[in-house]
């Protein structure tokens, strides 16, 4: 998720451009025919933000309690929609029939983790996948780092983002995250597919965080639970400076500072702008906070691997099909910054495959995370693909009821970043 926020540090200093259009987009939404408020649905302006991310991190015994937890069960768990809701009968009904069974499904994701609804017929279309979420009483809420120009929305309108589909990131591998920044966590997540790829590959990714954390050695769990983790989310490179002479130090600092106090505000992800963290210094990089690799669940007080190092770890992309430029290579430090043992990064990266579960979605086919729990990743494709996202978040007051999440940002900086990044790449 945060590879492409360093092209949206330098982007949103730039003048912007709109760049060729896909080859495959998604239909215009037509008038609303179905239940739920499709016509008066709130524009992305109006959306909520997505929530505070809920840090319940303090293990006394971090081995011990993970150690200690209950059977864990199917993941994901496969629904076919003929057998669950029965035959399709219009998506009205569809619709209908899904409502009926809301609290059964968020029951079932609660307890599972993962819910793979497949041969749906409702929401083969994007009016028909905003009808699925409508008749779950789900609340949107806009992605974690909304103004990085990651996703391109799909529709405003009903807070659709599209996938990683980009042709130039066809042979780029996605490695296991969850939606997720130090600041904000999307509660919830469901994943659409349109359209699979044409020719080969592109299977979307989920993996426990219960089992991963579970089958981890707990040497290595203990180390880097101890340690902490510190996310880089860019490299960028001054090495010009290098010639200035008397002049660098006071040019360092004026990119450092600018940056730091004009751009990477806007993120919202408590970014520190740092030099030579990797060790070359006219590199700066935007680092986020320390931050405990493991979480406990806020529902169910389950103990996660709650850390998005199998996606972001340099050492782990180098050894992979990788297409993101050097400016938006991503790394995984300790909290202090230093060096992570490749041989623990091998451990964490053999243990997350294990659990990785190869989704071949089908057009209609959703994919419901509980995004607390569930990591998920695309695998790289040929051909056209065409898949979307939709994420939710719900924040309880102090009498644990739902309340609304405001919205702090507007739609423009991620409009003009997403045509930055459509030519970026």
């Keep these: 998720m945060r590879a492409v926020v360093s092209l949206a540090l330098i982007g949103a200093a730039n003048a912007f451009t709109h760049g060729a259009h896909r080859s495959l987009r998604a239909a215009p939404l037509r008038a609303a025919t179905l239940p739920g408020p499709l016509a008066e649905a709130p524009d992305v302006g109006m959306l909520p933000d997505c929530p505070p991310t809920i840090w319940n991190s303090g293990f006394d015994d971090v081995v011990g309690e993970r150690d200690g937890g209950g059977e864990l069960l199917e993941c994901p768990l496969e629904i076919s929609a003929t057998d669950y809701f029965g035959p399709s009968e219009g998506p009205n009904k569809d619709a209908a029939s899904i409502t009926a069974k809301k609290d059964e499904i968020m029951a079932k994701l609660q307890e599972h983790g993962c819910v793979w609804f ?40 009903d807070g659709i983002y599209e996938e990683v589909n980009k042709p130039t990131l066809r042979g780029h591998y996605i490695g296991l995250h969850q939606e997720s920044t130090h600041v904000k966590t999307s509660t919830y997540g469901a994943f659409v597919c349109f359209q699979g790829a044409t020719i080969e590959g592109g299977e979307f990714l989920v993996a426990d965080g219960a089992r991963i954390l579970r089958d981890l050695d707990p040497a290595v769990l203990q180390r880097i639970y101890e340690n902490k983790v510190r996310i880089s989310v860019s490299n960028l490179d001054f090495d010009f400076l290098a010639a200035t002479g008397p002049l660098k130090q006071p040019l360092m600092n004026f990119f450092q500072d600018l940056i730091a106090k004009a751009v990477a505000p806007k993120f919202d992800m408590e970014l520190e702008m740092l030099w030579g963290s990797d060790g070359k210094p006219y590199r700066l990089q935007a680092v986020e906070p320390p931050m405990s690799p493991v979480n406990r669940h806020p529902k169910t007080g389950m103990p996660v691997w709650f850390c998005n190092i199998h996606n972001h770890a340099r050492y782990l992309r180098d050894n992979r099909p990788c297409t993101v430029p050097e400016v938006g290579m991503t790394d995984v430090y300790y909290g202090d910054l230093s060096g992570i043992p490749k041989e623990d990064l091998e451990h964490i990266d053999e243990v997350s495959r294990k659990h990785i ?10 994919i419901f995370v509980d ?19 939709a994420w939710f978040g719900e924040q309880t007051d102090a009498n644990g009821q739902k309340v609304a999440v405001e919205r702090k940002q507007g739609n423009m900086l991620n409009e003009m970043l997403n045509n930055y990044v459509e030519n970026a790449f």
């Excluded at 579960?357 to 959703?366: E, H, L, T, Y």
């Excluded at 995004?371 to 996202?389: C, P, Q, S, T």
Aim: positive net charge; proline residues 6%; contains cysteine.
């Design 371 to 389: 995004n607390y729990r569930m990591l998920h990743g695309r695998d790289i494709f040929k051909g056209d693909r065409f898949h979307a996202v």
């Design 357 to 366: 579960v190869r989704v071949p979605m089908q057009p209609g086919d959703i």
């Design 118 to 157: 497949k041969d749906m017929e409702l929401t083969k279309s994007p009016e028909g996948f905003r009808s699925f979420y409508d008749a779950l009483g789900l609340d949107l809420c806009l992605d974690p780092i909304h103004t990085s120009g990651l996703r391109k929305m799909i529709s405003k309108k």
